[in-house]
């Protein structure tokens, strides 16, 4: 493999997790394994093109990207949106293996997607509140973190892991060259949808860390369409605390509240006000549709016509089907109820509102 043009990340990740990340005893193993997995995607992808360089060149249309601050609504419009015919939300197991999807036969992606549902299964055991917060499953589309997790340049990695120099390192970074590997990793998972006249369908792809990378990801898609989430930042900068609770938990039995509410709030309200002075300016004039969760969770079949206007795909009652289908299989608390107040992470509700104001009058929330 060629040299990586994100060792350094590797290493301040590493150095971080040996350093910072207090983890059980029994769970460095399995997170050790985890980095030289994507190790391995890495190699493989750059394996991949030399024996398919046709893959690095398709065209993938105008991507959509589902974007927002963690807690929006955007995982629901994912859902929802990968059930239209004319595109694709990559499956978290294909995620998960970008190049094994696209050269799996289909018994092969039988498996894939049983050994995804395995992972799946033994993250609820080590955090078995997560269900109610954020519901994985393998077969559902999944956020594209996975992809720039590969090259440990990801927020997920603060999410899951007390690393604060790493996230103090990473948000100096440009992520422009991590975001290439994002889009080579897309190329190879979206050529097992490849049509007989060789296009694809559209992707639709869905990360809350991407809104702080905007302009990078604009770099390297310069032809995408944004649906950007907004929600009442009291509402969602809590619930983001209450999540990096339950997923750090999974790892690690030393959790300060306080510290993990101190580090969202910075994240979110110093981003809320960069969004309020320059959001269209970050997305360099890419089309976009802002959805507001108020109004997304009052009528999504609502807000699902708007977002097929915005993307020129057809509203049609098949569509509408599925969607209703979805609603019902994951109506409101069937997987458990998500229950978190400010002062449990050391905030106040009036706090986050002085530092979001420019955000919510911006936005309308």
Known sequence: MTTLPFAEGLTRFCTALDDEARLREADAEPVRRSVLRSLQVIADTEALERRRPDIAAQDLGAPVFVIGFLRTGSTLVHNLLGLHPDVHSPRLWELANPVEAALAEPEERVQLEKQAQGYVEDYYRLAPSLPSIHYLEAGLPDECHRLLANTFSSMVLEMRYRVPSYGQWLHEQDLTEPYRWHRRQLNALMSAHRRADGSVPVPVLKCPF???????????????????????????????????RTVRGARSDSLDLAEIGELWNRRITTRSQQLAAGRDELLAGSPVLDLRYRELIADPRAAMRRACEFLNLPYTAEYEAAITAHLDRHRAGVHGAHRYTPEEFGLTAEGIQAATSDYRNRFGV
């Open 210 to 244: 991407h809104t702080w990378f905007l302009s990078e990801l604009v770099r390297v898609y310069p032809e995408a369409r944004f649906l950007h989430l907004h929600r009442d930042p009291v509402e969602s900068l809590v619930s983001t605390a209450s999540l990096c």
